[in-house]
């Protein structure tokens, strides 16, 4: 996961997990002015907004800022899909309504450990930091300029960024609908779990 400065035009985008930021950032990265700020070279499970306070040159009020974020049903199905698939969180991946009341839930006493050390850790960084909670991490006073949304990435990415190469696609899984994961129970969960932005950005659970 990578953060990329502009720094001839002092803009940074912020790389919220599962929001098409390995796209953006790949294409960001192959511009002149381009410097990378991956979160692999961090040691603790953070947000990415205090993960980028320590690692820029200027506190983060200096910089113009845009982050994507996404539908929250959504975007759980897709961190649940990537913890799964890989080796350090699950030898024997649980269904998405096992992960969802077990680890997804015990997670959260983590409280955002150390990155990779346990299962539960690597679940923790990847599901339970959400994506309001990557922008606006407690401790943090801090307004990102433009929020623009997974939704809408190709006509929101050419606005935030004046860019009309298109996009890479990276990282894309093959997946049914993401409602065809959800009960009512794990539905609920989730809405819980991300009200703040929900409401914020009217987000709602499509039934396809």
Same mark, same amino acid.
């Given at each position: +996961?990578?953060?990329?400065?502009?720094?001839?035009?002092?803009?940074?985008?912020?790389?919220?997990?599962?929001?098409?930021?390995?796209?953006?950032?790949?294409?960001? !990265?192959?511009?002149?002015?381009? %410097? $990378?700020?991956?979160?692999?070279? +961090?040691?603790? $499970?953070?947000?990415?907004?205090?993960?980028?306070?320590?690692?820029?040159?200027?506190?983060?009020?200096?910089?113009? &800022?845009?982050?994507? %974020?996404?539908?929250?049903?959504?975007? &759980?199905?897709?961190?649940?899909?990537? %913890?799964?698939?890989?080796?350090? $969180?699950?030898?024997?991946?649980?269904?998405? !309504?096992?992960?969802?009341?077990?680890?997804?839930?015990?997670?959260?006493?983590?409280?955002?450990?150390?990155?990779?050390?346990?299962?539960?850790?690597?679940?923790?960084?990847?599901?339970?930091? &959400?994506?309001?909670?990557?922008?606006?991490?407690?401790?943090?006073?801090?307004?990102?300029?433009?929020?623009?949304?997974?939704?809408?990435?190709?006509?929101?990415?050419?606005?935030?960024?004046?860019?009309?190469?298109?996009?890479?696609?990276?990282?894309?899984?093959? !997946?049914?609908?993401?409602?065809?994961?959800?009960?009512?129970?794990?539905? +609920?969960? %989730?809405?819980?779990?991300?009200?703040?932005?929900?409401?914020?950005?009217?987000?709602?659970?499509?039934?396809?």
């Amino acid at each position: +996961m990578v953060s990329i400065l502009l720094k001839d035009r002092n803009l940074l985008f912020v790389h919220v997990p599962k929001t098409a930021g390995g796209s953006i950032s790949r294409l960001l !990265r192959s511009q002149p002015d381009a %410097v $990378a700020y991956p979160v692999r070279e +961090m040691n603790v $499970a953070e947000p990415c907004v205090s993960q980028l306070s320590k690692q820029l040159e200027k506190p983060l009020r200096k910089y113009r &800022t845009v982050a994507f %974020v996404r539908n929250p049903w959504d975007w &759980t199905v897709s961190s649940y899909l990537h %913890v799964a698939e890989n080796k350090p $969180a699950y030898r024997n991946p649980p269904t998405f !309504r096992e992960f969802v009341l077990g680890d997804w839930q015990r997670a959260t006493i983590l409280q955002y450990p150390t990155k990779f050390v346990t299962p539960l850790a690597y679940v923790a960084y990847h599901t339970q930091i &959400t994506p309001w909670e990557h922008l606006h991490p407690n401790g943090y006073n801090f307004k990102v300029d433009t929020i623009a949304t997974f939704e809408n990435l190709e006509e929101d990415f050419r606005d935030a960024f004046d860019l009309e190469t298109p996009l890479p696609q990276v990282n894309r899984s093959q !997946r049914d609908h993401y409602a065809r994961y959800y009960d009512t129970e794990t539905k +609920m969960l %989730v809405a819980n779990r991300n009200a703040i932005l929900i409401k914020k950005f009217s987000y709602v659970f499509d039934n396809d």
